[in-house]
């Protein structure tokens, strides 16, 4: 578990703010995804990486952005906060075939 | 894309007694299943796992099972203990996760009942 981390952990912004989660991992993992669960839906991808700088979208990517500059970083950027985007937010990590879960962000767009 | 189904999204099982959760799964080029258990305000927790050229695996009192040709795939869990309540998602993938991410059942709440 310690191999994955997400920051911030919790956090409270405004509509029409940017927001940037930051996870972090030191399993030198070639995969990196992020998603979101709500209630009723699961857990549903957003964007996912498979190495540096190569990234692609996910089920539900509208309104998300991400960036991957280092092995160990994966960034994911909500341009300007919507209450849709209230959620809890997981990062993964993974090689060919198991992934492997940060702790989450919760993120609550007022 | 793909699309997984997951049931019953509730389940109350006695103590002691087995829990059957089952799943199907619509893109028939998918090749990896993985179950996750996920505890109220934790992570989820990769439980087991099973490839499409494996029809069974176990793992101490968990198992799950592959039907490839209907499609579906079920986790087993006998001998309940208070500890395993928690909610179990199922998942699947076309490249077994690695290139593309993992298509989730929308949870089962399992209920131990003392």
């Known amino acids: 578990d310690a191999g994955i981390t997400q920051s911030p952990r919790h956090k409270v912004t405004e509509t029409g703010t940017p927001v940037t989660l930051r996870c972090h991992q030191t399993e030198n993992h070639r995969y990196m995804y992020w998603y979101r669960q709500d209630p009723g839906h699961g857990l549903r991808l957003i964007h996912y990486s498979y190495g540096v700088k190569d990234t692609d979208k996910g089920e539900v990517s509208d309104g998300y952005s991400v960036s991957r500059s280092k092995t160990e970083d994966f960034l994911l950027t909500l341009e300007s906060a919507t209450s849709s985007q209230t959620s809890v937010y997981f990062c993964?990590?993974?090689?060919?075939?198991?992934?492997?879960f940060g702790p989450g962000t919760r993120l609550t767009v007022t | 894309g793909e699309n997984v189904e997951q049931h019953p999204s509730t389940l109350s099982v006695q103590e002691g007694d087995s829990a059957v959760i089952k799943c199907t799964y619509s893109d028939s080029a998918s090749n990896y299943f993985p179950w996750y258990k996920q505890e109220l305000g934790k992570r989820p927790q990769l439980i087991i796992d099973i490839r499409s050229n494996v029809g069974e695996k176990k793992d101490q009192r968990i198992a799950v099972t592959l039907n490839k040709t209907a499609k579906h795939f079920s986790l087993h869990i006998t001998e309940t203990q208070p500890e395993d309540s928690a909610v179990y998602f199922c998942?699947?993938?076309?490249?077994?996760?690695?290139?593309?991410?993992?298509?989730f059942g929308k949870g089962t709440h399992l209920i131990i009942q003392p």
């Open positions: 998942a699947a993938s076309i490249t077994g996760g690695g290139a593309d991410g993992l298509t």
């Open positions: 993964a990590t993974g090689s060919r075939y198991e992934q492997y």
